[in-house]
């Protein structure tokens, strides 16, 4: 089945590193998403990995892929007070000509403190 | 990079009333688009995938008449609640994907979101 499962809430000081977790369970994923959701507002992609991938760097933001384990995370290095909100882990599932669409975690709360 | 925006942010309707929300494409063709909801402290549920020029394709449980989608142009889907009741008051997100500036990106863009309390 298709399933991702995340950590809800993640506490932080400001400058240090978060690292977000997700599990996920079905091998067929394409790309594996980390969306930023900050409140009243929509999602923005923050970064994406492909699955044939094991890092993906982008400044700040280091995704981690293990494939074999099925496990995706998202690094923030010098994590700022801007960084908190809900990050959502999505892959995206590829069959039967249905491109496109995406599953996600429940989504894992950061919190930065000063 | 593409700009999916959605229309209106907020709406507020009595119970038993139809709203309608708008999903753009702002600079690209969008052949498919998704149609999510997400309720409060929770995760984004896909309810249907909208191609354009043909009818959309519905998750289960989700009802097609009471959640109308029409795709009928490249750069528009719409979502209409019918009847609308406060369960039915959610956060409602379109995405969208690069397919139609030509190979897949594997990127989905979404919109703003559209906030629906009915009283």
């Known amino acids: 089945g298709e399933d991702v499962e995340q950590s809800l809430f993640l506490s932080v000081r400001e400058g240090d590193s978060s690292v977000i977790n997700c599990t996920y369970t079905d091998s067929s994923s394409t790309y594996l998403y980390w969306y930023k959701q900050e409140p009243g507002a929509g999602l923005q992609l923050l970064t994406y990995?492909?699955?044939?991938?094991d890092m993906k760097q982008d400044q700040r933001l280091t995704v981690l892929l293990n494939k074999k384990d099925k496990h995706l995370s998202l690094r923030i290095a010098d994590t700022q007070t801007g960084d908190s909100a809900i990050y959502f882990c999505?892959?995206?599932?590829?069959?039967?000509?249905?491109?496109?669409?995406?599953?996600f975690g429940q989504g894992t709360t950061l919190q930065v403190k000063p | 990079g593409a700009v999916v925006s959605q229309h209106p942010s907020w709406v507020i309707c009595k119970s038993g009333t139809s709203v309608k929300i708008e999903c753009r494409s702002l600079?690209?063709?969008?052949?498919?688009m998704f149609w999510y909801r997400q309720f409060p402290k929770q995760s984004l549920m896909l309810m249907a995938t909208s191609n354009e020029g043909s009818k959309a394709t519905y998750e289960q449980g989700v009802e097609k008449d009471k959640f109308l989608i029409n795709h009928a142009s490249l750069t528009l889907s719409t979502l209409t609640v019918t009847s609308a009741h406060p369960e039915d008051s959610s956060f409602y997100i379109c995405?969208?994907?690069?397919f139609g500036t030509g190979p897949y990106t594997g990127e989905l863009f979404f919109g703003e979101g559209s906030r629906l309390t009915v009283l």
């Open positions: 600079d690209f063709q969008a052949t498919t």
């Open positions: 995405s969208t994907s690069g």
């Open positions: 990995i492909f699955s044939n991938m």
């Open positions: 999505a892959e995206s599932i590829r069959r039967s000509g249905n491109t496109g669409k995406l599953i």
